[in-house]
């Protein structure tokens, strides 16, 4: 079914973009039954996310590796007592906290936007400096702007991660005491959960440590689908042929980044039982290369359709990867949270943050994700369409 729905999307994307010459808003087209059931789960899993860290996680951030976790069993009553105190601390200082995540995020977007913004710039096309408040519109202003916003992030990680060290530490006592409790001791849901516990562990450690490379790859995945967006309207394909050549290798480069860091990780949930790498999971074939081309030599027939080409190459490749790495990290991280949560009621009884922790709801996280795939102009503020 999966086959038949990608090569359907394939064929009828193909004929509405470039034989008939529109315009097409979204960047990938999806069956009726994808969206259904994808965005319900997303929702779920966000809605998990949120609730056991009170608003204070960001989907696209982990608890993970940050501080030290317990090597061996741990008594209840010290794991309890951990829980205790950071529930009390993070009620103390979660409202400060929440604007220090959504100035990051914040950056986040507009280093997203800066991003796509040079690269429609560096394919020729009008991009209003106005708005983004640089110099000029050329794609070395737009980058060294987005190169700002990037700077803003990395100095607002060691604070971040300072209460996210935290935040992990009573995770992990709650995760601990799941582990460690006596089968007496739990519910039958509990027991079920602990039994695929290490697998889902193994699964969330490795993608959280790819996540670095992982926020670079949407950030330039988002450049990428902003100028698919404009592929019908392109005037100069030497212009477009060379602003894809900025973004499709950094892509590719991204992707062997994030399955280097995840080489070795299992994932066991196969429809048919069957144990395979994380890696193949996600990307079961190869990355396309890249052909070697010169600008010089090449018509702009011979440049549009090499554009074309490598466009269409990495987008079947990296789309599909895009979507389901951040699909199962949300999954993942979402199974772990739940499993704590419920663990830390079964023991301990609920958690209230209250208003005050909250930082953005669900279906802000969600519009985010969506954004990431509309490689609609207007996702972008400062677009401007060139004058006829």
């Not at 519910?187 to 440590?209: C, F, H, K, P, Q």
Request: aromatic letters at 10%; proline letters at 5%.
């Amino acid at each position: 079914m999966r086959q038949f729905v990608d090569l359907s999307r394939q064929v009828t994307y193909f004929y509405y973009q470039h034989d008939l010459g529109l315009n097409l808003q979204e960047h990938r087209m999806v069956a009726d039954e994808e969206v259904i059931h994808q965005n319900r789960r997303e929702e779920e899993a966000l809605l998990v996310i949120r609730r056991y860290f009170g608003g204070l996680a960001h989907p696209e951030r982990a608890m993970c590796g940050l501080g030290s976790t317990p090597a061996s069993s741990t008594a209840r009553v010290e794991l309890q007592r951990e829980i205790l105190r950071v529930r009390d601390e993070i009620v103390a200082w979660g409202p400060q906290f929440k604007v220090a995540l959504q100035e990051w995020n914040q950056a986040w977007q507009r280093r997203r936007d800066l991003e796509a913004a040079a690269t429609l710039s560096l394919a020729g096309f009008t991009v209003s400096r106005i708005q983004f408040g640089t110099e000029d519109a050329s794609p070395g202003a737009l980058r060294a702007e987005a190169a700002r916003q990037r700077m803003v992030m990395e100095h607002m990680e060691g604070p971040l991660q300072e209460r996210e060290r935290i935040m992990e530490s009573r995770f992990a006592a709650a995760l601990g005491m799941l582990w460690w409790s006596e089968q007496a001791d739990l519910n039958d849901w509990l027991l079920t959960r602990r039994r695929d516990m290490s697998a889902w562990v193994t699964i969330y450690e490795a993608m959280a440590g790819a996540l670095p490379s992982f926020r670079e790859l949407l950030t330039t995945f988002f450049a990428f689908q902003t100028l698919g967006a404009k592929f019908a309207n392109v005037d100069d394909p030497s212009a477009f042929l060379t602003a894809l050549q900025s973004v499709v290798p950094k892509m590719l480069n991204l992707v062997r980044q994030i399955v280097a860091t995840m080489d070795g990780a299992p994932y066991p949930f196969t429809e048919d039982g069957k144990v395979v790498s994380l890696n193949q999971h996600l990307l079961p074939t190869p990355l396309p290369e890249m052909p070697s081309v010169s600008l010089v030599s090449l018509d702009a027939a011979s440049m549009r359709a090499i554009g074309l080409k490598m466009a269409g190459n990495a987008s079947e490749c990296i789309a599909p990867y895009v979507d389901d790495f951040l699909t199962l990290y949300h999954l993942a991280f979402a199974w772990l949270a739940e499993s704590a949560e419920r663990t830390e009621t079964h023991f301990l009884g609920a958690l209230n943050f209250g208003s005050a922790t909250e930082i953005l709801l669900p279906d802000e996280f969600t519009t985010q994700r969506l954004g990431m795939k509309a490689k609609s102009p207007d996702s972008i503020a400062a677009w401007k369409p060139a004058p006829v």
